[in-house]
């Protein structure tokens, strides 16, 4: 392998701590002109510091210290110019035990992993946030309750009660959310798959969500579609999701598509559209629409359902796309491959 392809800077030092290599990574970090780095000692070379201005090169006494060390682990150094690095190394030694041949230096920037832990901690916050809202309302009514029972009438008791029962609903819900977005980020999403047909999970999600729609919608489904194999309740999850998005957040639900499709690279499958009567989602919103606790609009809910619904779909092996429906409007399609256990086909 040629050391200047590598992403992260290389320095090697021979028994006598004088480098004698290093890669073209490196060179850009250290803004190096020519082979001036070669000669240098070690201590030179890796002029970094920890934040109390202590070096590298004293702090771990990379030719010295116990004689069966291999290796220095990752840590964070600080250069002259003030940018953090990572650095680790490792220890060549001929025999166990020996004195060491040669030290090995890896350097890379640590913007990406700073940027992994402040990704993590918006995450954290954010999750903080969503759960707090609902105990915070379960808190007050429960204390309020607790205290001062015999102020209330019947009336105020009884809606009390109901909002923390809707309040504890939604904490539960998010719950589930989360740990379903955990699962899917972990590729642990599990699947119970079995024949599932789609216009019964489709007719028995509208059935369900039709109290709340405020206007007809129109439902196309037809005739001698394939069944397909999945996972019912996910599948039903799904389609819950993007019906009610529909009807919440994309001023209502137009109509609903159930319909065999053949995917020219996936082979034979079903799909399901489900058209709102909103403004649509502008092209370059679309695959942000599929990020965890992406919201828009008033009353949207965690952020996390086109998150856990894309990781559904994709686990059974199908697809998802954003479009503009004819006449405006967005469109969302979905895909399901048959997936049809070859012992079924036999």
Known sequence: MDLDDYPDGVIIAGADGIVEYVNRRIKIMARAKGDEMLGMHLSDAVPFDDLNGN???????????????????????????GSEYLITASLV?????????????GVRNARIRNQADRERSDLVATVAHELRSPLTGIKGFTSTLLTKWDKFSEEQRQFMLETVDADA??????????????????????????P???DEVVGHVLTSVSGGATEPFQISIKEDLDLIWGDSDRIHQVVTNLVENAMRHGFGLREVVVENAKDATLGDGVCLQVLDKGPGIPLEMRQRVFSRFWRSGPGAGSGLGMYIVRGIVEEHGGTIEIDDADGGGALI???????????MSD
């Open 93 to 105: 030694r001929d025999r166990r035990g020996g004195p060491v041949q040669r030290v090995l230096v």
């Open 169 to 194: 609903d939604r904490l539960s819900r998010l719950i589930t959310e989360l740990l379903d977005a955990a699962r899917i980020d972990a590729g642990r999403l599990t699947l119970r798959r079995g």
């Open 196 to 198: 599932v047909r789609l």
């Open 55 to 81: 070096s590298w090169y004293d702090c771990t006494r990379p030719y010295d210290g116990l004689n069966t060390r291999t290796r220095i682990s990752e840590a964070s150094w600080w250069s002259p110019r």
């Open 333 to 343: 399609r979905v895909w399901f491959p048959i997936n049809e256990p070859a012992s």
